[in-house]
């Protein structure tokens, strides 16, 4: 028998609740708060909250979609999308194989990894200006 | 390559990506339990680092611990660290060998001295003045010794170095020690564990290089973020301790449930590790979630703590006296009936009549 | 020592001797009690209904008026203490799982939380009598430093008890090890104090029970 197919039951699962979703939506409104008042952005790392199964996918339900998704390909996937609250961000790291290496909640108005670095923008101007010397010639 | 070029070049060199490198960080500043927000100054402060000399010194160890970083599942994420640091000497790693291997070594810690990285692996052996294990015809602690003097920090990779691990157990025939009984006046840290977990190897490096130190350690010298919880506080299968559901052997219908393993001896409740959440083969399973129970490989003196399918409330060895003290207690119970006896009828030999006149004396 | 140590001292060698003290005294002790008997009684004996060694046995567990009237709380919080011991050390899972290894015999437990209970309301009539022991003259005269440390050495397995199975107080290794030795220390002066009437109560009560109904006297 493989793992997958062995039975686990859980008794009380249904309905089983241990507060953490309460908890994390008063938290984020809170980060909320502060980003839209000028203040820093922040981010919560998922796994470090303990969840009962069905709270993570009652936070998905909370949270929805919003416009913006993006997709990273860096050693793996990475998706990123922002919820259906503005500067409310959800990113999930991945390794090569698929697997999840970071959730996080991310209060931001855009997260760093989007971003593009000045010392990349450098080296990609530099190389930029290579290919046109050498198209030029 | 030179230790002068900066991580951050060499990264660009093999390809790796500034985005990619921070999903690196994240997952390392998430395994140790460190804020979301500081992955981003972990990478700012990795990039930037020279890369430090590293020498590894390998003592009476099976390897287990070298093998355990080097197969890690997802090789591009966590091979990185060996892009962070100058491994300058690894017995199973390096290419050379011989007394150049040695010369290597000897010339990196000259370079370096008091700025090196001491990982050690392995117990060091001290009876017949530590013949048990020799390298280039030098003893172990003769090594570790000399390597100590120019370490900045030492970290002893494993429960062997961390704490004697299986060569220390009874009867120990080698004298096995673990690196803190050696080395007193340098800061040691002790990643426990037969092996450790890789990424417990990779993020106390990779804070190291950040922060320059190590994080905070229990009182056992390991690193709180990664030890500070019981396999039984983390363990998926608490629900079924806390109701009294136990599988009673391996193949019955509350193993096949995924019961709890406590009653099959499992060790969880006194062992500190990360295995429940972090897990092993990149996030595969653990040794509960595979159907047996914690060996509880990360405390000291495991292999000693009685049977590992013995549950913690059953006796660890058996019992040898119970029968002899019955027979010596009968024993004796007798022996002082019958002095009992022989008082109470000396007693009432000597015993002599009162008359009135006795009385009126 | 670390605690990981400590524990599996108290498993094992710690665990041996204190079982074989325990065994060696109470073997030695009640050889030496029942072999001095007592004097032939040479009278015809009485009968009476309801008066035998058996029945005193029984009634001695009975709340008895008098000694109640004068000391409603001690002697209840005694029974309380006493049943809730009984609970705890003989109907917890790992107990029962303790004696199956060491005798063979089982039976089925409590669910924990009942568990968790009897020890509180154990502990809570624990400090009810003892309180009762120094806050009545008589009893505080009569007292001397074997009443306080029998009632020592019967809290402290409790106590640790509870702690560990909670995860309070100290990491669970120290707090299992402390109950293992604290209960181990219990085994080994059972057999030298007043808590050998666990063993002996049952001998005492039948003989007086005996030798009063051949007075024709029930008791």
């Known amino acids: 028998m493989n793992l997958q197919s062995m039975p686990l039951e859980l008794e009380g699962e249904e309905g089983c609740s241990i507060g953490s979703l309460a908890a994390l939506l008063a938290e984020i409104a809170a980060r909320l708060e502060r980003l839209s008042a000028g203040g820093k952005g922040s981010a919560i790392d998922l796994r470090a909250l303990p969840f009962a199964p069905q709270e993570y996918e009652a936070l998905r339900g909370h949270l929805g979609q919003g416009e913006v998704s993006v997709r990273i390909d860096a050693i793996g996937p990475s998706e990123i999308f922002e919820t259906r609250y503005p500067g409310l961000w959800w990113v999930t790291h991945c390794n090569a194989e698929g697997d999840i290496t970071s959730d996080l909640l991310e209060i931001t108005h855009i997260p760093e990894i989007i971003k593009s670095h000045p010392h990349d923008i450098k080296a990609g101007l530099a190389s930029f200006r290579a290919q046109l010397d050498r198209e030029m010639q | 390559m030179s230790h002068q070029a900066a991580l951050g070049e060499r990264l660009a060199e093999q390809g790796i990506s500034r985005r990619a490198f921070l999903k690196f960080c994240t997952a390392l500043a998430s395994m140790m339990a460190l804020p979301p927000g500081t992955a981003t100054a972990f990478a700012e402060a990795l990039v930037k680092a020279m890369r430090p000399s590293v020498i590894w010194l390998s003592f009476q160890e099976c390897t287990g611990c070298t093998e355990s970083l080097t197969r890690s599942d997802s090789p591009a994420l966590e091979h990185l660290i060996f892009d962070m640091i100058s491994l300058d000497y690894h017995h199973t790693l390096q290419a050379a060998s011989g007394y150049g291997a040695e010369k290597s070594r000897e010339d990196a810690m000259k370079s370096f001295f008091g700025k090196y990285l001491l990982l050690v692996d392995g117990s060091i052996p001290m009876k017949e003045g530590g013949a048990y294990s020799t390298i280039a015809g030098r003893t172990n602690l003769d090594l570790l010794q000399e390597a100590a003097k120019g370490a900045a920090a030492i970290i002893a990779v494993g429960t062997c170095a961390s704490f004697g691990g299986i060569p220390n157990a009874k009867p120990n025939p080698t004298g096995a020690v673990p690196v803190s009984d050696i080395i007193r006046n340098k800061p040691v840290i002790n990643l426990s564990g037969c092996p450790p977990i890789p990424v417990v190897i990779t993020g106390v490096l990779a804070h190291y290089l950040t922060f320059g130190g190590f994080p905070e350690l229990d009182s056992l010298g390991r690193p709180k973020s990664f030890y500070g919880e019981t396999i039984h506080d983390r363990c998926y299968r608490r629900p079924f301790f806390d109701q009294g559901k136990f599988a009673r052997t391996f193949d019955d219908e509350g193993a096949r449930n995924g019961w709890c393993l406590f009653e099959l001896g499992c060790k969880g409740p006194t062992t500190h590790n990360a295995c429940a959440t972090t897990k092993w083969n990149g996030g595969t399973s653990f040794p509960i979630e595979s159907g047996h129970g914690c060996l509880g490989c990360s405390e000291p003196n495991f292999w000693d703590a009685g049977s590992f399918y013995s549950a913690l409330s059953m006796p660890a060895s058996p019992l040898k006296l119970t029968a002899d003290a019955a027979i010596a207690g009968a024993a004796i119970g007798v022996a002082v009936s019958v002095a009992n006896r022989i008082k109470k009828r000396a007693a009432k030999s000597a015993h002599e009549t009162a008359t009135i006149a006795d009385l009126e004396k | ?219």
């Open chain 3, 1 to 219: 020592m670390n605690q990981d140590l400590f524990l599996t001292w108290v498993r094992s060698t710690g665990l041996d001797i204190a079982l074989g003290i325990f065994v060696l005294g109470i073997f030695w002790r009640l050889i030496e009690i029942y072999s001095l008997g007592r004097k032939r009684d040479l009278a015809v004996p009485r009968r009476r209904a309801g008066a035998s060694g058996m029945h005193t046995l029984f009634r001695r567990s009975l709340i008895s008026p008098r000694t109640y009237g004068r000391s409603a709380i001690g002697y209840l919080a005694g029974y309380v203490f006493h049943i809730g011991l009984a609970v705890v050390v003989l109907l917890f899972a790992e107990h029962i799982k303790l004696i199956h290894a060491l005798t063979g015999l089982s039976w089925p437990g409590l669910p924990s939380q009942f568990i968790d209970a009897a020890a509180v309301v154990t502990l809570a009539a624990m400090l009810l009598v003892l309180a009762e022991r120094i806050n009545r003259p008589v009893k505080r005269f009569l007292s001397n430093f074997g009443d306080y440390a029998a009632w020592m050495l019967t809290f402290l397995p409790v106590l640790t008890g509870y702690l560990a199975s909670r995860h309070l107080l100290l990491p669970y290794t120290l707090m299992l090890a402390l109950h293992i030795s604290s209960a181990e220390l219990l085994l080994i002066f059972i057999p030298f104090t007043k808590l050998v009437h666990v063993f002996t109560l049952w001998g005492s009560r039948w003989y007086q029970g005996d030798a009063n109904a051949k007075k024709g006297v029930a008791v």
